[in-house]
């Protein structure tokens, strides 16, 4: 017997039982649709990506108990686990019964920081939402690729080391694991260069196809230790010239050095 995947009906009446469950609850004071859902959701595989917005005056932990509780009873779900714990803001991942994503994190008002650049208000008990999100997205959009920037580039040179350690050694899955690192780091960066969502790949491909062409020759034709070589060399020539292109718009000067420092180190030892 075959494997039904979840009709759009199904997908959609699952999401306007989520909303009318957080908005019966007086301790969500937001609730907003983020993800694909947005633009009416991409496929059959879509998930359903929420944002539940919760009071400041009240101990987050309960709150989000409360409502964990509350959708188990209202859903069958088959399994869920928990990511970015904190005592004011938690990413609740769980697969339903039918294969479904619901993935909805629970956040107070005033942490809320707004990551993706679209979003739909499905619920504001205020009339206030769309605009905090907003000044939300603004702060983060200023403050982050600063942030991320410096702790990427300054952080590079570990994964290169090991890569070139491993190879030496010829610890082959141990190199592949570095240079991945590497790529991902990479990827990073191309993200916040031409604001497409990277975080778990999401939007990768949207990237524009030049990077997208040089990004292929990042991965190993095989897992010789020839091939990894080469891989890393492109991988590390990739990596700093999105790290150049990013920088000059942040006006630091970070990956001019330690490209100066690691690309004869590479050559001379990978």
Known sequence: M????????????????????????????????????????????????????????????????????KIQQAFNVFYHFEQLVSTEDTTLIMMLDN??????????????????????????????????VQESFSETQMLAPRRIYLRVVERIWQPVLKCVAALNRNEIWHALHMLEQIRNETVHLAGINHRVQTSGFTD?????????????????????????RRALRSTVRLFFSEALTLESHLRLDVASKMQEKLMPY????S
Request: charged residues 25%.
């Open 99 to 132: 294969f479904l994503e619901l993935d909805i994190q629970f956040v107070k008002g005033r942490v809320l920081a707004m990551r993706d650049k679209q979003w739909l208000v499905r619920y504001d008990r205020y009339g206030d939402l769309d605009k905090r």
């Open 2 to 69: 075959g494997v039904a995947l979840v009709t759009p009906q199904e997908r959609y009446d699952i999401l306007e039982r989520l909303v009318e469950l957080f908005k019966a609850d007086d301790q969500v004071i937001g609730l907003l649709l983020v993800g694909s859902g947005v633009n009416g959701f991409q496929d059959a595989y879509s998930d359903i990506d929420l944002i539940v917005v919760l009071a400041d005056d009240r101990v987050f932990v309960s709150m989000y108990q409360a409502l964990k509780a």
């Open 266 to 269: 590479i050559e001379a030892y």
């Open 204 to 228: 990768v491909d949207k990237l524009p196809e030049m990077f997208l062409v040089h990004l292929r020759h990042t991965i190993p034709t095989s897992t010789s230790n020839v091939a990894i």
